[in-house]
C-alpha cells in the first residue's frame, strides 16, 4: 500500500487547512485511516483516525471540535480538515493505514506516507 499525503503549507494561526491522503489500496475500504504528526524534537503523535468498519472517529485531545478526519473509498482517499490552526500544530503530518485496523498507535499502523509540512504562524 503506498500512501501519498498532501494539502501542506503555511497559515496563520486561526486559518484552515485540509490535507489529503491518496492510497493505492485495491480493498482501501478495508484499512482504517490515521493521521499522525511530529513536531520538530517531539516524539510522532497520534492526531486523528477512522476505521474501516463503521467509520468511526478518534482524535486526539488537543484537536477535537477543530479538526474532522473523513474518509472517501470509492477515491481511496482520507482527508484531515484542519480549522482554527493553532502554532502548536505545526509538525509534518503523516498519513498511516492498517489493514482491519481497530487501533490507532504508531506501531500498530503498518502502512506510512511521506509527510506533508504544516506550518502555523503566530
Given at each position: 500500500?503506498?500512501?501519498?499525503?498532501?494539502?501542506?503549507?503555511?497559515?496563520?494561526a486561526?486559518?484552515?487547512?485540509?490535507?489529503?491522503?491518496?492510497?493505492?489500496?485495491?480493498?482501501?475500504s478495508?484499512?482504517?485511516?490515521a493521521?499522525f504528526?511530529?513536531?520538530?524534537g517531539?516524539?510522532?503523535?497520534?492526531?486523528?483516525?477512522i476505521?474501516?468498519?463503521?467509520?468511526?472517529t478518534?482524535?486526539?485531545?488537543?484537536?477535537?471540535?477543530?479538526?474532522?478526519?473523513?474518509?472517501d473509498?470509492?477515491k481511496?482517499m482520507?482527508?484531515?480538515?484542519m480549522?482554527?490552526l493553532?502554532?502548536?500544530?505545526?509538525a509534518?503530518?503523516?498519513?498511516?493505514?492498517?489493514l482491519y485496523?481497530?487501533?490507532?498507535?504508531?506501531?500498530g499502523?503498518?502502512?506510512?506516507?511521506?509527510?506533508?509540512?504544516?506550518?502555523?504562524s503566530?
Amino acid at each position: 500500500v503506498q500512501l501519498q499525503a498532501s494539502g501542506g503549507g503555511l497559515v496563520q494561526a486561526g486559518g484552515s487547512l485540509r490535507l489529503s491522503c491518496a492510497a493505492s489500496a485495491r480493498t482501501f475500504s478495508t484499512y482504517s485511516m490515521a493521521w499522525f504528526r511530529q513536531a520538530p524534537g517531539k516524539e510522532r503523535e497520534f492526531v486523528a483516525g477512522i476505521k474501516w468498519n463503521d467509520g468511526s472517529t478518534y482524535y486526539t485531545a488537543s484537536v477535537k471540535g477543530r479538526f474532522t478526519i473523513s474518509r472517501d473509498n470509492a477515491k481511496k482517499m482520507v482527508y484531515l480538515q484542519m480549522n482554527s490552526l493553532k502554532p502548536e500544530d505545526t509538525a509534518v503530518y503523516y498519513c498511516a493505514a492498517d489493514l482491519y485496523g481497530s487501533i490507532f498507535t504508531g506501531d500498530g499502523m503498518h502502512y506510512w506516507g511521506k509527510g506533508t509540512q504544516v506550518t502555523v504562524s503566530s
